[in-house]
């Protein structure tokens, strides 16, 4: 297996920049996760990578080899698609063996590998079928043992899992998880699904208008985002983010004033940062919690009570704008009701004017 290093990659499409001067490196054996919104640029730079779009400027880097300007059959790596891709008039076993047929391999290792590959992803009695007579969820292993026959440098993913049904996903999640394990590969995932992105990652590259926002653990980007777009983007449900000005500075700590004239006492040596700046406040919902007589307090109205069995997700409407809180196990409150709720200022990042993390 091998690393893949980008260098100032960048793509146009006429005057348009889509990818704007990316530089990453990816270290071998690593699992890989484009995450962004819509339109950001993920499966572009996943497809530069595979060769399937030319680099306009910049390089690639896979191992020690430049492939920038190689075919893409000649740079080691295997990508899976989003609509599997598999021939519709050949079986699985001839879905897989396909390519290594066009390869000019002998008979014999064909099979090895198809059988190999089948063993591991559990497709063994699909192998006679054709891929209408198969569900998603059996397509899409099909279209991953494609990828593994190859025994590729890198495998490449886009967005492999966005067609399969929730319990699926799960399925899915977990094989893909347990491939990475078994084959000890670098794998590049592309997805809009963040809870894929912090299930599957060893670090997650958070992309926004072809440009890399952060790139970091599940952990960091979730508890240590880099900007207001980072934080907001990472987190399901997501982050409350709350106006604040800060009154002043009280020994290692700040004193902050919310909407509504709530004051509140930020713990921490936050530098950069004194009296009369306007910051946000970043809670995650599960540092917010129903609470009588414990401050600092915020108050609002519910308009929506997600009930999910071992949590509930309480939406507000309140002061400070809209606030969601998670509840651990079943909570009374429903549509309507005015619920106060404690602040766990304890993980609170906190984000200057700009919209850049402080500290």
Known sequence: MSSVTLSGVRKLYGIHEVIKGIDLAI??????????????????????????????????????????????????????????????????????????????????????????????????????????????????????????????????????????????????????????????????????????????????????????????????????????FVAGFIGSPAINLLKAEVLDREDAALRLRLAGEVECRLPGAWTGVGAGDRVTLGLRPERLRPASGAGPLLSGVVTLAEHLGGETILHLDGPQGRLTVKVPGESPQGIGDRVEVALDLTEAILFDSGGQRIG
């Open 27 to 228: 270290e071998d054996r690593e699992f890989v996760v484009f995450v962004g919104p819509s339109g950001c640029g993920k499966s572009t730079l996943l497809r530069m990578i595979a060769g399937l779009e030319d680099v306009d400027y910049g390089n690639v880097m896979i191992g020690a080899r430049d492939v920038t300007e190689l075919a893409p059959a000649r740079r080691g790596v295997a990508m899976v698609f989003q609509n599997y891709a598999l021939y519709p008039h050949m079986s699985a076993y001839d879905n897989l063996a396909y390519g290594l047929r066009r390869a000019g391999m002998t008979a014999a290792e064909v099979d090895r590998r198809v059988r190999d590959a089948s063993a591991m992803l559990q497709i063994t009695e699909l192998l006679g079928r054709r891929p209408k007579a198969m569900s998603g969820g059996q397509r899409q292993r099909v279209a991953i043992g494609r990828a593994i026959v190859r025994q590729p440098e890198v495998f490449l993913f886009d967005e492999p899992l966005s067609n399969l049904d929730a319990a699926l996903r799960v399925e899915m999640r977990t094989q893909i998880a347990r491939l990475h394990h078994e084959l000890k590969a670098t794998m590049i995932f592309v997805t809009h699904d963040q809870v894929e992105a912090m299930t599957l990652a060893d670090r997650i590259v958070v992309l926004n208008g072809g440009r890399i926002e952060q790139v970091g653990t599940p952990r960091e980007v979730y508890h240590r985002p880099a900007n207001l």
